[in-house]
């Protein structure tokens, strides 16, 4: 299994509270990516990065901000949670080298807004 | 807007017999494809792949086939095992860049013993 630890693999917190979910890699893999799983919406790209401090907009990246201090952690931060950011979080990883590298994902935040 | 869709929600197969999954895209940028499995509360997993070059690679029971004339990718499985039920995911990416995946709805599968 890629070494991939998603923290923490579940939560509960309050509208309006701030939230930080965090991925940890050990494969010193250059790309990272947060995805969410929704019933009918499959999983969708939030924030990507492709090295340290350096990051980018996915499909979803409103109300989420990231970040890349160091090559092995990836940081997901809802600001202000509100209840349509329920969801399954998942944290990705990619080598990047090579003509194409398929994403290895770790087990998942759920988390949940109430 | 959906790029990358999978139509059929659900799909069940006797045990032994093929199942077919089908995915359609509408980006004709797109030159790789996958294959994602994924169990209840575990993250995906990778499947198999296919490059825009190619309309046919196999992976033991799994083959997947790309007509790209019609933006349609289809992945069998033969024999249809009972640990082959899971949801499985098709996701689309253009070769530069970060390579972001781009996924469909997914189809859960169910093979009946």
């Known amino acids: 299994d890629a070494g991939i630890t998603q923290s923490p693999r579940h939560k509960v917190t309050e509208t309006g509270t701030p939230v930080t979910l965090r991925c940890h890699q050990t494969?010193?893999?250059?790309?990272m990516y947060w995805y969410r799983q929704d019933p009918g919406h499959g999983l969708r790209l939030i924030h990507y990065?492709?090295?340290?401090?350096?990051?980018d907009k996915g499909e979803v990246s409103d109300g989420y901000s990231v970040s890349r201090s160091k090559t092995e952690d990836f940081l997901l931060t809802l600001e202000s949670a509100t209840s349509s950011q329920t969801s399954v979080y998942f944290c990705?990883?990619?080598?990047?080298?090579?003509?194409?590298?398929?994403?290895?994902f770790g087990q998942g935040t759920r988390l949940t807004v109430v | 807007d959906q790029q990358v869709k999978q139509n059929s929600p659900s799909l069940s197969v006797q045990e032994g017999r093929i199942s077919i999954l089908n995915c359609d895209y509408t980006n004709s940028m797109f030159d790789y494809f996958l294959w994602y499995k994924k169990y209840p509360a575990e993250g995906p997993t990778f499947l198999i792949s296919?490059?825009?070059?190619?309309d046919k690679n196999e992976d033991g029971r799994f083959t997947v086939f790309l007509n790209k004339s019609a933006k349609h990718l289809s992945l069998h499985i033969v024999p249809s095992q009972p640990g082959d039920s899971a949801v499985y995911f098709c996701a689309a990416s253009v070769r530069t860049g970060a390579n972001n995946l781009f996924f469909g709805t997914g189809t859960r599968l169910t093979v009946i013993p």
């Open positions: 296919i490059s825009s070059i190619k």
């Open positions: 990705a990883i990619r080598s990047g080298t090579g003509d194409f590298a398929e994403a290895f």
């Open positions: 494969e010193n893999h250059r790309y």
């Open positions: 990065s492709y090295g340290v401090k350096d990051t």
